[in-house]
């Protein structure tokens, strides 16, 4: 029991995101993928995912800021790199001096863009969005054949994709279908036009297993090359298994009477005489403050209800069925324990949340354990078999 990365760690299965990769590849047909690797790979830690997907011959990441993507450039990702929201203006340099593509959602960012152009000579490559229902980026629809136009005739600036997004592909056809259509009909006029569009991508992770008709040339995964469903509504299909398994430790271990107050606030107090193990993980490791009296976790196989207020540091679990709980004990936050697994899915429905919340918001404090052939390896091992380690 001792292969573990101190008080609380994440456990994150590079085979298991190979197996991810390879389903939707499959399902994702003759289109390219874009793996959205923001927020740290949704908490996988995006360096790691980045060459892992790298290896398997990917086309191209989305990440959601410049720093994001200056640090997979930093580590020596070498693939094309998107910034799938707007950037500012102070930032255009930024992107041309990482060979990084920026996202353009309206003229004046376009203006900007290659004025700087103009100054520090060309070309940029760059991605336009067009908004066909989210109603947060991208040119409004009636304006996007003006604005296309617009973008091509400048000879400094290299349209090198379109897209669009959903916001229910996952829950609603009606609408989903009319966005395609919309889109599809846009997509016509431009080539109409004369206007080379490059890549055309609309499908998230929900779009690609729900919506065939929405791949084009390019498909834009990211919850489901982590093993995980935008919502628990949807099936995807394949094998899809979790990449990450979060764990932590027993710190104490202790026997109180009938009628003990438990944690912050006292709301909970045992009903029976009790054993209760103190286990070393917090909302500030990002687990749910609203898992208090609500939320199970591992402890020697089996499931175990978490009793009073998460803490910042720790929480306290009833143990009283389990027999021989010892300090140092490996807890299993979410993952498999033998015959026994609790998902990220699963915490995220009782803390009314999704799981794109649970697993991003694993914070800084839990440290990343990368599994490879089933084995924890080193990261820097790691990075000597990606050919960039010393
Ligand atoms: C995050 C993101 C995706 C990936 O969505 P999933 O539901 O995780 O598959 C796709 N497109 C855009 C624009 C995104 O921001």
Redesign the pocket.
Known sequence: MNASGGRVWAEISLDRLINNYRIVRKSAGSARIMA?I?ADAYGHGAIEVAYTLQNEGIYMF?VAGIEEGIELRQAGIKSKILI?SPILYDQIDAVLDHDIIPTISELRFFKALDEKLEKRGGPCSVHIEVDTGMTRTGFPFDEADRALGVIASSPRIKIDGIFS?FPMADVNGAFTKKQIAAFNDLINRLGAAGIDTGAIHLA???GIFKWPGSHYNLV?????LYGLR?SPDVTYEGDFKPVMALKSRVVNVRTVETSTPISYGHTFQTARRSTIATVSIGYGDGYPRLLSNKGEVLIRSRRVPIVGTVCMDLIMVDVTDVPNVQIGDIVTIFGQDGDCEITAEECAAKASTIV?EITSGIGPRVARLFKVDGEIVKIRTLLHRWGNGE
């Open positions: 959205a923001k989305g799938l997004h998230n992770s929900s834009r995964p990211g919850i489901a935008s794109y």
